[in-house]
């Protein structure tokens, strides 16, 4: 295990913090119909700047805590959440639905079910902050 120093802890988990927040902000402007790029596409959570730094230096100095450990499940299940808002708003419609309903229906409906997928997005999102949080203050109390 590599020793890190409290302010640097500190200061990387801020970092990606920041990096997850910015990303969340991704999700919302698809919601809000903001044309993504292709470096905003859905990626595995190890891709992601939070991921990298997660599965990186993150895991290597402070992957022994049981804080840090608790942001993986949550961080998972965003991604797997932006996936399917990005799919649900981009992704090829097939069957009946498509042949039995008008684009403008199509595409209230799939706005609407985008939505139900941010609330959850952003619920996920919420938990992952406070587990980052509680990482902080053990990080804060060390000497």
């Known amino acids: 295990m590599n020793k890190i120093n409290k302010t640097d802890a500190?200061?990387?988990?801020?970092k990606a913090k920041a990096a997850h927040i910015k990303w969340r902000s991704f999700a919302q402007a698809l919601i809000?119909?903001?044309e993504v790029t292709d470096d905003k596409i859905p990626k595995l959570h190890t891709e992601c700047e939070f991921g990298k730094?997660?599965?990186?230096?993150?895991?290597?100095?402070?992957?022994h805590l049981e804080s840090f450990q608790a942001i993986e499940s949550p961080h998972e299940m965003l991604h797997a959440v932006y996936a399917r808002i990005y799919h649900?708003?981009?992704?090829?419609?097939?069957?009946?639905f498509k042949i039995f309903t008008s684009n403008a229906e199509r595409e209230r409906r799939k706005l609407e079910y985008a939505r139900t997928l941010?609330?959850?997005?952003?619920?996920i999102s919420e938990t992952m902050l406070m587990a980052i949080g509680l990482l902080e203050q053990e990080i804060q109390k060390w000497s």
């Open 10 to 14: 500190l200061s990387a988990i801020r």
């Open 32 to 34: 809000a119909g903001v």
């Open 53 to 63: 730094w997660y599965y990186g230096i993150g895991q290597e100095s402070l992957g």
């Open 88 to 96: 649900a708003l981009h992704g090829k419609e097939v069957g009946w």
């Open 118 to 123: 941010l609330i959850e997005l952003v619920a």
